[in-house]
C-alpha cells in the first residue's frame, strides 16, 4: 500500500470536490447576443465592430480553452459541475459524472 499520493492516484467520488464550470450555454447566449444585436449597431464604426470581432475570438478561445480543461479533468476522473450562477444553492446545476454534459 502506498504511503504517499503520486498524479495517478484517484479519490473515490464523494470524498472528492466537483471542478466548478459555468454553463456552456453562457458563452453560446454572449456570443448570440453580440452577433445578432451589437454587431448591427456597429455597422457604420470601424474601429467598434473590430472591438467587438476581438471580443467575439475571444470568447471563441474561451470556449475552446473550457472544453480542453473539461477533457483533462476526463482524463483525471474528476466531477465537473456545471453552474448557472455564482451564488451556490440547491437551484439546478449540471452535475455530470466524469465530466459528461448532462442535457437537463
Keep these: 500500500m502506498k504511503h504517499y499520493l503520486d498524479s495517478t ?3 473515490p467520488k ?3 470536490k466537483s471542478v466548478v464550470l459555468p454553463a ?3 458563452y453560446e447566449l454572449l456570443m ?3 452577433e445578432r444585436h451589437t ?3 456597429l455597422d457604420q464604426h470601424p474601429s467598434q465592430r473590430q472591438q467587438l470581432q476581438d471580443l467575439l475570438a475571444t470568447l471563441r478561445k474561451a470556449t475552446l480553452q473550457q472544453e480542453y480543461l473539461e477533457a483533462e479533468c476526463r482524463r483525471a476522473g474528476l466531477n465537473i459541475e456545471y453552474r448557472w450562477s455564482i451564488h451556490h444553492s440547491e ?3 449540471l452535475d ?3 465530466g459528461k454534459r ?3
Design 9 to 11: 492516484t484517484r479519490f
Design 102 to 104: 448532462d442535457s437537463r
Design 96 to 98: 455530470a459524472p466524469n
Design 91 to 93: 437551484s439546478p446545476t
Design 24 to 26: 456552456p450555454i453562457h
Design 39 to 41: 454587431q448591427s449597431a
Design 32 to 34: 448570440q447576443l453580440l
Design 14 to 16: 464523494d470524498t472528492m
